[in-house]
């Protein structure tokens, strides 16, 4: 079954709102953002849910994951990453790595070549393109692949019908405001994924 990861968690309410709906990760925005958490946030995070959940680490650049690493001591399970992971890391991730890509409407193959997890963000992409790249390695994308993007209730059930990733990753589709999940969406969101 297509697992679901609620990104963009900024409280310990929301983080806990989506554990109790069923999630089955829950992201934390570490770089600049409207969705980003403070330090002692994701302490307070990771003491509620750590237990009950794996807590990504949502890193847009190196210098902000080295600053993380550097000023926080909270482990966290996965590091999703949209950079090349480096050779060296001073913390690893407890569990692994989420290589993410964004997709563009020139994008030709689903780059597989990690043994990581994979995140394709097709934000700036339409359903075509989606069914088009997801369509190239379908065992894969059962595998490792978390699809991203424009993803809410009114989209995710087929989506989900059709491809059956790995997961799905929603931020904006779950929210009242950025930053802000709205109870019935996520529960409604986590229900089309369950019942594609």
């Known amino acids: 079954m297509t697992k679901v990861k609620i990104c963009g968690i900024t409280s310990v309410e ?3 709102l989506a554990v109790d709906a069923g ?8 770089s600049k953002s409207s969705r980003q958490v403070k330090n002692t946030m994701v302490a ?11 807590i990504v680490g949502v890193f847009a650049k ?3 994951m080295s600053r993380f690493l ?3 001591s909270t482990e966290l399970d996965y590091y999703q990453v949209y950079f090349k992971i480096p050779q060296a890391i001073m ?19 689903i780059p597989f070549v990690h043994q990581d997890k994979i995140l394709l963000d097709f934000k700036n992409t339409d359903t075509k393109k989606m069914n088009e790249i997801l369509k190239q390695d379908q065992e894969m994308v059962k595998e490792k692949v978390f699809v991203a993007g424009g993803l809410d209730t009114r989209n995710v059930g087929r989506i989900v019908k059709k ?13 009242s405001e950025p930053g802000h999940k709205d109870p ?8 089309k994924v369950q019942n594609a």
């Open 44 to 54: 307070k995070i990771t003491r509620e849910v750590a237990d009950r959940v794996p």
């Open 184 to 191: 019935n969406l996520v529960h409604k969101f986590i229900e």
């Open 91 to 109: 913390r690893p991730p407890k569990i692994g790595w989420i290589r993410s890509f964004f997709i563009q409407d020139d994008t030709e193959d």
């Open 14 to 16: 929301d983080a806990m």
């Open 70 to 72: 550097t000023s926080d």
């Open 62 to 64: 190196f210098e902000e």
């Open 163 to 175: 491809h059956k990733p790995y997961a799905v990753d929603v931020a904006r589709g779950t929210e």
């Open 23 to 30: 999630a089955d990760f829950i992201g934390l925005v570490l």
